[in-house]
């Protein structure tokens, strides 16, 4: 599986932005989606994940803000966040799993995007 992600970029404080992750696999309506983030000197962190049946996963801390969805016509998914913040500055990653493994920690998902980034300007 190959995972492109895009739509990154900079914004200012309480703008909005919504980031697509096109998957290349046959697949991919039965993969499990996740999106996570990192910032300079931080750790990798879980942002939102969408099941194969589109139930979704966003942490409290952001699930006001942010949104998860998936197309799987046009095998995308796609992380619509509004109100960013400045905290919000970090690379962006896409990451896929197959059907059977779920969760929040990277370890679960095999495939990884090249990442996007998302800097929010105060």
């Known amino acids: 599986v190959q995972l492109q992600a895009s739509g990154g970029g900079l914004v200012q404080t309480g703008d909005s932005l919504t980031l697509s992750c096109a998957a290349s696999?046959?697949?991919?309506?039965?993969?499990?989606m996740a999106w996570f983030r990192q910032a300079p000197g931080k750790e990798r962190e879980f942002v939102a994940l969408?099941?194969?049946?589109?139930?979704?996963i966003i942490p409290d801390a952001i699930k006001d803000r942010f949104t998860i969805s998936r197309d799987n016509t046009k095998n995308t998914v796609y992380l619509q966040m509004n109100s960013l913040r400045p905290e919000d500055t970090a690379v962006y990653y896409c990451?896929?799993?197959?059907?059977?493994?779920?969760?929040?920690?990277?370890?679960?998902?095999?495939?990884w995007g090249q990442g996007t980034q998302v800097t929010v300007s105060s």
């Open positions: 696999t046959s697949t991919f309506s039965t993969t499990n």
């Open positions: 969408i099941t194969w049946a589109s139930r979704t």
């Open positions: 990451a896929a799993a197959p059907q059977n493994k779920l969760g929040s920690t990277s370890s679960k998902y095999d495939f």
